[in-house]
């Protein structure tokens, strides 16, 4: 099983930062920046690689937020998603062809890959007690 590390990223105006796939199977369907994790590397090390190589922007680490299994029709994936937070940075889209800056309340107007539901039902059922928690890392 492939273990994934991906980020949840907010800005200052407490908006989530999403990024949709260009190519192969899930082309379109948007996602939570991040990537596979490589033999000997953490998870904090691991995202913050893959935000660098896909997005070339470096954030603040938060919290843990979610960690359980998914099953793809072709493979299972062990997701573990990270809270954090990003100061104005310009993005730069390697793996991606769009990102967006959305609220918490808009998530259901995006299709996102379906290993991301358990996330996005998180976000949406938490959302004042975690915009508290991005506030304070922007004191």
């Known amino acids: 099983m492939k273990k994934v590390i991906c980020a949840v990223i907010f800005n200052s105006n407490d908006q989530l930062l ?3 796939r260009s190519k192969g ?15 000997n590397e953490s998870n904090q090390d691991c995202l913050h690689r893959e935000l660098s190589e896909e997005l070339d922007v470096k954030v603040k680490i938060i919290c843990k937020f979610t960690e359980f299994d998914y099953q793809y029709p072709d493979h299972d994936v062990h ?11 310009k993005i730069k889209l390697v ?13 259901d107007f995006f299709d996102f890959l379906s290993a991301d539901d358990e996330i996005l039902n998180k976000l949406k059922n938490n959302s004042d007690f975690i915009l508290m928690k991005i506030s304070e890392s922007f004191s």
């Open 25 to 39: 199977k899930y082309k379109d369907k948007w996602e939570f920046p991040g990537g596979k994790v490589e033999d």
């Open 95 to 107: 793996d991606h062809d769009l990102h967006e800056w959305i609220n918490i309340s808009d998530v």
């Open 79 to 89: 997701l573990i998603s990270y809270i954090c937070s990003m100061s104005d940075q």
């Open 18 to 20: 999403i990024t949709r």
